[in-house]
T-cell receptor
Framework: ETGVTQSPTHLIKTRGQQVTLRCSSQ?????VSWYQQALGQGPQFIFQ???????GRGNFPPRFSGLQFPNYSSELNVNALELDDSALYLC???????????FGPGTRLTVT | LAKTTQPISMDSYEGQEVNITCSHN???????ITWYQQFPSQGPRFIIQ???TKVTNEVASLFIPADRKSSTLSLPRVSLSDTAVYYC???????????FGKGTSLLVTP
């Protein structure tokens, strides 16, 4: 059983650019959630996908969007990057009706 | 959303038992109490979950009083590798969003 993986590990972008972060969920997990973690803070929920449909969204603007694919992979897209988007982005997968979410190691995004 | 309150930081020596208490006065009937652990530059890791009374696994114990307005995570005989941030969360087991606060930063020293 493989764990949750994310790519890239680190990324540097310029304000106004767009970025795509990728996540590979644990095999068999139909639910994927994305979180943003600023330095010194706990992770904040961005949105969740279940079987390729958005299943819930946190307090993030529409320029944060996502996709989930049938092969247990998913993407987080952020348009018009702002300096405050600099953070660790985490994805987490879980099985149907499972309260336990398995987190990936995260992608560290720096916006300059 | 029900909010949780926990100490910002705690210090302990190796080999001691550490108890981290979390307050959740407005916990809902269908809320479970869940604890995650996070090491620097890693994603959080599930530790334990409970609804009431006591739950124990190979890593920790979780004590929940009858009124469920607080809970205590107990880590027996901590080691240096237990230095991490510990988050107390409430979730309704729907697989929905996990609401992390700032957590408790535990420092274990020799």
């Amino acid at each position: 059983e493989t764990g949750v993986t994310q790519s890239p590990t680190h990324l540097i972008k310029t304000r106004g650019q767009q970025v795509t972060l990728r996540c590979s969920s644990q095999s068999g997990h139909n639910t994927v959630s994305w979180y943003q973690q600023a330095l010194g803070q706990g992770p904040q929920f961005i949105f969740q996908y279940y079987r390729e449909e958005e299943n819930g969204r946190g307090n993030f603007p529409p320029r944060f969007s996502g996709l989930q694919f049938p092969n247990y992979s998913s993407e987080l897209n952020v348009n018009a990057l702002e300096l405050d988007d600099s953070a660790l982005y985490l994805c987490a997968s879980s099985g149907d009706r499972s309260y336990e979410q398995y987190f990936g190691p995260g992608t560290r995004l720096t916006v300059t | 959303l029900a909010k949780t309150t926990q100490p910002i930081s705690m210090d302990s020596y190796e080999g001691q038992e550490v108890n981290i208490t979390c307050s959740h006065n407005n916990i809902a009937t269908n809320d479970y109490i869940t604890w995650y652990q996070q090491f620097p530059s890693q994603g959080p890791r599930f530790i334990i979950q409970g609804y009431k009374t006591k739950v124990t696994n190979e890593v920790a114990s979780l004590f929940i009083p009858a009124d469920r307005k607080s809970s205590t995570l107990s880590l027996p005989r901590v080691s240096l590798s237990d230095t991490a941030v510990y988050y107390c969360l409430l979730n309704s087991n729907s697989g929905y969003a996990l609401n992390f606060g700032k957590g408790t930063s535990l420092l274990v020293t020799p």
